[in-house]
């Protein structure tokens, strides 16, 4: 019944302008199982023809593919049973457009056709492409209906949420490849070479005080390691190319072999020889949108025109338009084309049964051709709502409007030639992607010379993080006597200790010759701290001890390079002493000590002697009330200071118990 009713509908009866659409792909599957429009060369040619029949005998059915735009087919099955009805042959009719498989039906045969449409919709990414999709439709047909609808449910449940991974790229995919592979082709190199520039920084940095002749016995060449370096950067250089080459690899958007000449070519050659048999010519590939009153109606109007005043042909091409067409959606470039084929000038008309859209363009008659282009109401152009809900748009009702505007259009003393249309882009160029090497590649070399600079920044500053923490750098000793506070507070103590006592060790264990004064002061230093260089930045260390280790470890670093007896008196953390001074240790009364004073301190006992209170190291009395001069403020080896650095390791020795 429902094929009684299909064939009974208006868009399937026979018309006077030829068989209907289920009739005229009957006839042609009737000469071959397989049935390729012409109307789809950049997605499906009709080359693919014989592996569509490939395929199909595959199944283990008879099966008969047919392969047409999605604008020509209402109802996908529907068209299928009056197909068959049509053809009288039991089988597999598959219907596939310009994406893949659409709408099966088996009639006759037992064949899971909703499973394999099913198991090749979910299972096949968006841009698996026609043939591919009835490949899989026909594997899956093939296995029977058990395991069909197996299959089916296994993939709707894995790719119900996620769809497979596509099966191309498209350009904006390349061009972020490029991009990508510009940041790499400079930032890889450059940060080779900027990092190679900071590790040569910091191993100077961190030379201490080995010897030269160590440092000429251990270290590369300069000129050797820059070459080393350069030739390191060009090959990481030659390597993101070649790699990106190898992974980007894509060359096309989309896996469709180029159609031929004669392929692209084929639709307006069919089109131009049915106008010249009649003026008006409906696509048999599509439902008829013209019965035969509207038919009778048109071709009254278009006699009438031909023989008005300055009127001439008209053409009217009822075909509907899609972006795989040989002109690529463009409608002028299509009438151009069938204008070129027929041969005679006249007013050629492209109205798409699809979407019922028309346009019209004058080729050669003494008509306005600017009034066709731009003053061309949208009624007729584009339909109004009534034209949206009918099916066939009402293209019989505006094909007649656009008579009439054709009858009121100014006319010219000469013909006009139709404008020449820009060609539609060939095939190859529609899907070949750009090359790797092109478009977003050179602002990706700008943008990786950039980051190159960033990232650089951000592992520099964390390396002097990190080799800070592990090997903190020391106070130069021309600055100590105006950077040292005079009341300085626990993390600065536990920080500049730790920081002192690790240069020490470290350069005295680069030193190869004997340092016994050097020796006998780190000892004294590791005395304090039992032995662990790390108990320094540790809390729980008082800051007498602190301030006791400090001096011992400068003192060491001293004796390593020339031998400093004497520590300013006044406040030890500004290091070395240069002479024994008088000075005033109290703001009141006028009492004074014998104390070694830096130079800063004796410039300052000199030009304002009651300045030196104020310049006195202060350290936090025991009762925890206050701060005191450092000699009153612990009873411990701190106190000898002013007595000279021997007399310290002595005292320290002594404190320990270490003879």
């Known amino acids: 019944m429902t094929a009684v009713f299909a064939t009974a509908t208006p868009a399937q009866a026979e018309t006077p302008g030829g068989p209907t659409q289920a009739a005229y792909l009957a006839d042609r599957l009737r000469e071959q199982p397989v049935y390729v429009t012409d109307q789809l060369p950049r997605a499906v040619p009709r080359s693919t023809a014989p592996e569509f029949a490939r395929l199909a005998k595959g199944t283990g059915v008879p099966t008969y593919v047919l392969v047409l735009p999605a604008e020509s087919v209402r109802d996908g099955k529907a068209l299928l049973g009056a197909v068959h009805d049509r053809l009288g042959r039991n089988g597999l009719y598959v219907l596939v457009d310009d994406h ?10 037992r064949a899971p056709a909703d499973d394999a449409w099913s198991t090749q919709l979910y299972e096949l990414p968006y841009d698996a492409g026609p043939l591919l999709s009835f490949e899989r439709f026909a594997e899956v047909v093939a296995q029977g209906p058990e395991k069909a609808a197996a299959r089916a449910e296994a993939a709707r449940a894995k790719y119900e949420d996620a769809e497979p991974k596509a099966m191309y790229i498209g350009p904006s995919d390349r061009r972020n490849q490029s991009f990508l592979t510009g940041i790499l082709l400079t930032g890889v190199p450059l940060l080779i070479l900027l990092l190679a520039a900071y590790g040569r920084r910091l191993r100077r940095r961190y030379a201490g005080n080995a010897r030269k002749a160590d440092r000429a016995a251990h270290r590369m060449p300069s000129a050797v390691a820059v070459v080393a370096v350069v030739a390191s950067a060009a090959l990481a250089a030659v390597a993101v190319a070649l790699t990106a080459t190898a992974v980007f690899d894509q060359t096309a958007s989309s896996g469709v072999k180029p159609p031929t000449p004669a392929e692209m070519s084929a639709r307006a050659e069919r089109v131009a020889a049915g106008l010249r048999q009649d003026a008006v010519y409906q696509d048999p590939e599509s439902p008829r949108v013209l019965d035969a ?13 031909r023989r008005s005043d300055g009127g001439g042909p008209v053409y009217v091409a009822l075909v509907p338009q899609t972006s795989e067409n040989e002109s690529a959606d463009d409608t002028e470039l299509f009438a151009a084309a069938v204008h070129a084929k027929v041969g005679k000038p006249g007013v050629y008309v492209v109205a798409d049964p699809g979407d019922g859209t028309i346009d019209a363009y004058n080729h050669g008659l003494r008509l306005d051709s600017d009034r066709l282009l731009f003053d061309l109401p949208d009624d007729i152009t584009l339909g109004d709502s009534r034209a949206d809900e009918s ?64 990232l650089s920044a951000v592992l520099a500053g964390i390396a002097a993080l990190v080799l800070r923490r592990r090997r903190p750098a020391t106070e130069p000793a021309e600055r100590l006597p105006l950077t040292a506070p005079t009341e300085p507070s626990a993390s600065y103590l536990r920080r500049t200790a730790y920081a002192e006592i690790s240069a020490l060790t ?154």
């Open 293 to 305: 009153r509207g038919l009778d109606r048109l071709h009254q109007r278009i006699d009438d025109f």
């Open 391 to 454: 099916d066939d748009h009402l293209l019989g009702e505006r094909l007649d409007a656009l008579m009439t505007f054709l009858d009121r259009t100014p006319r010219t003393d000469r013909p006009v030639e139709g404008s020449s249309p820009a060609p539609a882009p060939s095939p190859a160029e529609d899907t070949a992607l750009p090359p790797l090497f092109a478009t977003d590649f050179w602002p990706g070399l700008v943008v990786g010379a950039f980051a190159a600079l960033l």
């Open 506 to 659: 470290r350069e005295f264990t680069e030193r190869r010759d004997d340092h016994p004064r050097a020796w006998d002061r780190l000892d004294a230093a590791l005395l304090l701290l039992d032995g662990d260089p790390g108990r320094a930045r540790r809390p729980g260390v008082d800051p007498a001890t602190l301030v006791t280790v400090i001096v011992l470890a400068r003192a060491g670093r001293a004796a390593l390079t020339g031998d400093d007896e004497l520590c300013c008196g006044v406040n030890p953390l500004h290091g070395r002493g240069v002479r024994l001074s008088h000075v005033r240790v109290s703001t009141e009364g006028t009492g004074r000590r014998l104390l070694p004073v830096c130079e800063l301190c004796r410039d300052t006992a000199i030009a304002d002697p009651r300045g030196i209170p104020a310049r006195l190291l202060r350290l936090p009395a025991p009762s925890g009330d206050g701060r005191l001069p450092y000699y009153d403020a612990t009873d411990g080896p701190l106190t000898v200071v002013p007595r000279g650095i021997a007399r310290l390791v002595d005292k320290v020795r002594e404190t320990a118990g270490v003879h």
């Open 100 to 109: 893949g498989v659409t709408d099966a039906r088996a009639f006759g045969v």
